[in-house]
């Protein structure tokens, strides 16, 4: 996505402010970071970017892999001329937030928010608590080589599984946020992405990153527990948790306040 990246990011907020730099999930789109970017934006300079092959980027070509998107996260930075600025991930941005941060291959953010996401998606059968079952990622993976579009929603359908009230949206416009019109995410970028996160263990890693790590994870998330957010120690031993209470998986759409401030004391923490 290096030519022509600029056309795929929102950038909203005060120029002379610190920059925080938002990777959305899986089969999303930056319109999913909309209500937090709104609570943000007069504080910070929030950029939201659309990954290769997902929303306004779903035309861009392949390959759809996390190394690529650590490329972009780089790209972004430069062209954007930000070298000081903090980086967000949600879902599997977050997984590929913190491998930039373990690859370094642009400048290093000034903090990493961790938003429910998972060093390791699939967990061993004996800590199954810390993740998906290997049998319900194959699933997943039949689901969408038959009907991208309906395995897409069938896992949009898990993030409120668990009975979590919504909150501070209604459950329409959290569809719209989280499903925007037209902007499915091409099938291709689904399916080796998620292969990818099937593949994934960055609990191995071993990161020479110094700056300030947050691990945000709603209480009853069930796609990436709470259980598997202690596996962040590995990677980021000064690594602080939070858990936010009564939410799953996208607590920025349905507790977006607590999920704003805390976005914003990691950012002062980091400057």
Same mark, same amino acid.
């Given at each position: 996505? $290096? =030519? &022509?990246?600029?056309?795929?990011?929102?950038? @909203?907020?005060p120029k002379n402010a610190p920059v925080i730099l938002m990777i959305h999930g899986w089969g999303q789109t930056k319109e999913s970071f909309a209500p937090l970017a709104g609570r943000l934006k007069d504080r910070l300079r929030v950029v939201a970017t659309? +990954?290769?092959?997902?929303?306004?980027?779903?035309?861009?070509?392949?390959?759809? !892999?996390?190394?690529?998107?650590? %490329?972009?996260?780089?790209?972004?930075?430069?062209?954007?001329?930000?070298?000081?600025?903090?980086?967000?991930?949600?879902?599997?941005?977050?997984? #590929?937030?913190?491998?930039?941060?373990?690859?370094?291959?642009?400048?290093?953010?000034?903090?990493?928010?961790?938003? $429910?996401?998972?060093?390791?998606?699939?967990?061993?059968?004996?800590?199954?608590?810390?993740? @998906?079952? &290997? *049998?319900? #990622?194959?699933?997943?993976?039949?689901?969408?080589?038959?009907?991208? =579009?309906?395995?897409?929603?069938?896992?949009?359908?898990?993030?409120?599984? !668990?009975? =979590?009230?919504?909150?501070?949206? *209604?459950?329409?416009?959290?569809?719209?946020?989280? +499903?925007?019109? &037209? +902007?499915?995410?091409?099938?291709?970028?689904? %399916?080796?992405?998620?292969?990818e996160l099937a593949s994934v263990d960055l609990t191995g890693a071993r990161s020479s990153y110094k700056g300030v790590v947050t691990a945000i994870c709603g209480d009853m998330d069930s796609i990436t527990p709470p259980g598997g957010q202690s596996l962040?120690?590995?990677?980021?031993?000064? #690594?602080? =948790? @939070?858990?936010?209470? &009564?939410?799953?998986? *996208?607590?920025?759409?349905?507790?977006?306040?607590?999920?704003?401030?805390?976005?914003?004391?990691?950012?002062?923490?980091?400057?």
């Amino acid at each position: 996505m $290096s =030519e &022509g990246i600029l056309h795929y990011i929102d950038d @909203q907020g005060p120029k002379n402010a610190p920059v925080i730099l938002m990777i959305h999930g899986w089969g999303q789109t930056k319109e999913s970071f909309a209500p937090l970017a709104g609570r943000l934006k007069d504080r910070l300079r929030v950029v939201a970017t659309d +990954l290769a092959g997902h929303g306004s980027a779903k035309n861009v070509p392949g390959p759809y !892999t996390f190394d690529r998107y650590t %490329l972009d996260i780089a790209t972004i930075v430069k062209k954007l001329d930000i070298p000081r600025f903090h980086l967000l991930g949600w879902s599997m941005g977050g997984t #590929v937030a913190a491998k930039y941060c373990i690859n370094m291959k642009g400048p290093a953010p000034l903090s990493l928010t961790l938003l $429910s996401a998972s060093a390791r998606f699939v967990a061993p059968g004996k800590e199954r608590a810390t993740g @998906q079952s &290997g *049998a319900k #990622v194959r699933r997943m993976l039949s689901m969408m080589s038959a009907d991208p =579009e309906a395995g897409l929603k069938a896992f949009i359908g898990m993030f409120f599984a !668990t009975g =979590e009230a919504l909150g501070e949206l *209604a459950k329409n416009e959290i569809e719209r946020l989280l +499903l925007p019109p &037209g +902007l499915t995410p091409c099938g291709e970028a689904m %399916l080796d992405t998620l292969r990818e996160l099937a593949s994934v263990d960055l609990t191995g890693a071993r990161s020479s990153y110094k700056g300030v790590v947050t691990a945000i994870c709603g209480d009853m998330d069930s796609i990436t527990p709470p259980g598997g957010q202690s596996l962040w120690r590995r990677i980021f031993p000064g #690594v602080s =948790e @939070q858990s936010i209470k &009564g939410s799953g998986h *996208a607590p920025h759409l349905t507790k977006i306040s607590d999920v704003a401030d805390s976005v914003y004391y990691n950012v002062t923490k980091g400057e």
